[in-house]
């Protein structure tokens, strides 16, 4: 079975920064793309930032520029780099993989269970 474990969030004031990393574990042949979502108290789901299999990357207008998605193949993990924080970021991040598990299979996409950022003086 493949678990997504985030780790990296937390509580921090305006203007500062944190990285998130999320590592998949598990029985995996290959990862496509990840993705970093978030989801406020009362809100839908969003998607934050993006980054493919050839390394490049998509981001949400309201982060662009504040925040950087990167990815480990070697180690099967992708980090997001948050700088510029606002009380707005503030939400659960959540990352999803598109991945298969043999090289025959088709690829889905699983989550991890989400962390916490919090940006509050």
């Known amino acids: 079975q493949v678990q997504l474990v985030e780790s990296g969030g937390g509580l921090v004031q305006p203007g500062g920064s944190l990285r998130l990393s999320c590592a998949a574990s598990?029985?995996?042949?290959?990862?496509?793309?990840w993705a970093w979502y978030r989801q406020a108290p009362g809100k839908q789901r969003e998607l934050v930032a993006l980054i493919r299999s050839s390394n490049t990357a998509t981001y949400a207008p309201f982060v662009k520029g504040r925040f950087a998605i990167s990815r480990d193949n070697a180690k099967n993990t992708v980090y997001l780099q948050m700088d510029s924080l606002k009380p707005e970021d503030t939400a659960v991040y959540y990352c999803?993989?598109?991945?298969?598990?043999?090289?025959?299979?088709?690829?889905?996409?699983?989550w991890g269970q989400g962390t916490q950022v919090t940006v509050s003086s």
């Open positions: 598990g029985s995996i042949f290959s990862i496509s793309n």
């Open positions: 999803n993989a598109d991945l298969r598990l043999t090289r025959d299979s088709t690829f889905n996409g699983y």
